[in-house]
């Protein structure tokens, strides 16, 4: 009798085991790759402005929307953050054709477009309303060599093997899909093109910018890899960002 009992405390214990072992699985995130080797994980957010989707171990964060606007054109960013130092780092040729991924308002975009007065700008968006404020913009300046461009959260939309630099300026961590984004742009450069990060630096506690919007350059440059791109240099000269030159293999 002893003994039977001992069995069916043990089946019952074993039971309890496993029960709480799925409800523990439940909690955690969930593979939700779309494509072969994708690495896409969902879960709870664990990050203020996280999205709750992981890719590569990095949390990625939520979109920064239309109504922020004015903080994308605000005066003291060529104060705090030198953009400045970002266009001379891009030594672009009058003639390039440049995307400007995540243009928003056009900050970066207009700016391009006198250094490229030969070339164009795709300035690319995701957010329609982004768009029509920086048409409005494009319209009160005259200019004629920025092409805004409506694109996806897996797609930016542009033709392939059309573009010499791809910028990203504080943009790409908050893509929902990089991976196939990613790919997507790469397609889209010239052989030889480049990609350009400009990321908040995670490695520096200091920098007034939830974490979640800040990339380490270990990060940055082992998810490029992965699409095929090769690590060319890393500039030194931003005060908060990170600047991460990376191309696209000639052959």
């Given at each position: 009798?002893?003994?039977?009992?001992?069995?069916?405390?043990?089946?019952?214990?074993?039971?309890?085991?496993a029960l709480s072992a799925a409800a523990c699985r439940t909690e955690e995130p969930q593979q939700v790759g779309t494509a072969p080797g994708e690495a896409y994980t969902t879960g709870e957010p664990q990050q203020e402005d996280g999205s709750g989707r992981f890719y590569m171990g990095r949390e990625i964060a939520t979109i920064t929307g239309h109504d922020s606007a004015e903080w994308l054109e605000r005066p003291s960013r060529e104060q705090t953050e030198l953009p400045s130092r970002v266009l001379h780092g891009l030594a672009l040729r009058p003639e390039e054709v440049v995307a400007d991924i995540g243009a928003g308002t056009g900050y970066f975009s207009l700016r391009i477009a006198e250094k490229v007065p030969e070339g164009r700008v795709y300035a690319v968006d995701v957010q329609s309303e982004m768009l029509e404020l920086l048409e409005q913009r494009i319209g009160e300046q005259g200019i004629e060599n920025v092409v805004p461009v409506l694109g996806t959260p897996t797609r930016p939309n542009l033709p392939p093997s059309s573009i010499d630099v791809a910028l990203m300026v504080d943009a790409y961590h908050e893509f929902s899909h990089p991976r196939e984004m990613m790919e997507e742009i790469v397609e889209s450069l010239k052989p030889g093109g480049r990609v350009v990060v400009v990321e908040y630096r995670a490695e520096d506690p200091t920098i007034p910018v939830k974490p979640v919007h800040r990339m380490s350059e270990e990060q940055v440059?082992?998810?490029?890899?992965?699409?095929?791109?090769?690590?060319?240099?890393?500039?030194?000269?931003?005060?908060q960002q990170h600047f991460i030159v990376l191309e696209k293999p000639s052959r």
């Open positions: 009798m002893y003994l039977l009992s001992s069995r069916i405390a043990a089946i019952l214990l074993a039971a309890i085991l440059r082992r998810e490029m890899e992965t699409v095929g791109l090769t690590w060319v240099e890393s500039k030194e000269i931003l005060p």
